[in-house]
């Protein structure tokens, strides 16, 4: 005898409300919600870190007038700055930073964490880089 239309559709629905009543619990632990607090303090410390980064490469290049000039072997200081806009804007932005914010996907969350361990390195590596070649021509 096959199922009627209703019934399955109600244990479609039932299913679904089990899963998402599980996945409303999960996210509402205080170890998750810690972590989500923290990797999104992480981003806006990183975000500030960049922007830092870029209005200190700025300033030099407005003043010194070297914005064509080679800031290492692979890039002028003119691209090296739109280097760092384009990975800011790809990674840092403030879209990115609502999205998750307002969102509960743990999977998502892993992936903000490994592209801000990503950003992290290279705002490092980036920042060294300055410092190296600033104060080679000091």
Request: charged fraction near 25%; proline fraction near 2%; glycine fraction near 2%.
């Amino acid at each position: 005898m096959p199922l009627f239309p209703e019934l399955t559709i109600a244990i479609v629905l039932g299913a679904l409300l089990l899963f998402y009543l599980a996945i409303r619990f999960l996210n509402s632990r205080p170890d998750y919600r810690s972590r989500k607090n923290d990797i999104l303090e992480r981003f806006q410390t990183l975000r500030a870190k960049s922007i830092k980064i870029q209005e200190s490469l700025s300033n030099y290049i407005l003043s010194q007038h070297v914005m064509k000039d080679i800031f290492t072997e692979n890039y002028t200081y003119g691209d090296f700055l739109k280097y760092l806009q384009k990975n800011h804007i790809q990674y840092l932005s403030d879209k990115n930073y609502a999205k998750i914010k307002n969102s509960d996907n743990r999977i998502l969350l892993k992936q903000t964490q490994n592209i801000l361990d990503e950003q992290e390195a290279k705002l490092v590596a980036a920042e060294s880089k300055m410092q190296a070649v600033l104060s080679n021509k000091n």
